[in-house]
């Protein structure tokens, strides 16, 4: 693991990216890199998407998010945390996502944020499991139908 990397996406790793994809039973979890870096694109102050790399190797994809409104009635209410998480399908269960949720909230750290946010479909096929065991704690909020948690970063 201590190959692991994040890289930028540039015009050199875009199409990678893009054809990274998880496993097919995953598919209504998460949406394709490609959406993302639309949505990269057009949150553009807010969004920092990066790639996982294990050495040469791409194994994932990740976007953060720092200070986005989180509710429309409440414009002060910013947010920081984890807004997309993409494992490469056959590379999972190998520590990649554990890594990038850690590496978004080592940035988040940088940037002075005492908490992360996370949101996840609920259901026994999602990866809430996934997110409890990083101590992520659901904090009973919905946002768009999925179930937000928080993790406070400790300093």
């Known amino acids: 693991m201590s190959s692991l990397r994040l890289e930028k996406i540039t015009p050199r790793n875009v199409d ?61 209410d910013l947010r920081s945390g984890l807004w997309r998480l993409n494992i490469a399908a056959e590379r999972q269960g190998r520590g990649y996502g554990r890594f990038a949720v850690l590496s978004v909230a080592e940035e988040a750290r940088r940037r002075g944020e005492t908490r992360i946010y996370a949101t996840w479909e609920p259901g026994d096929d999602g990866p809430e499991g996934f997110y409890l065991r990083l101590g992520f704690r659901v904090n009973g909020e919905r946002s768009g139908g999925e179930t937000v948690g928080e993790l406070d970063l400790e300093y």
């Open 16 to 76: 990678a990216a893009c054809e990274l994809s998880v496993r097919p039973d995953q598919g209504h979890l998460v949406e394709p890199v490609a959406r993302s870096l639309a949505e990269a694109y057009a949150w553009g102050e807010v969004a920092w998407p990066r790639l996982v790399h294990d050495g040469d190797e791409l194994v994932g994809f990740l976007m953060g998010f720092f200070h986005i409104p989180w509710r429309e009635d409440t414009p002060t």
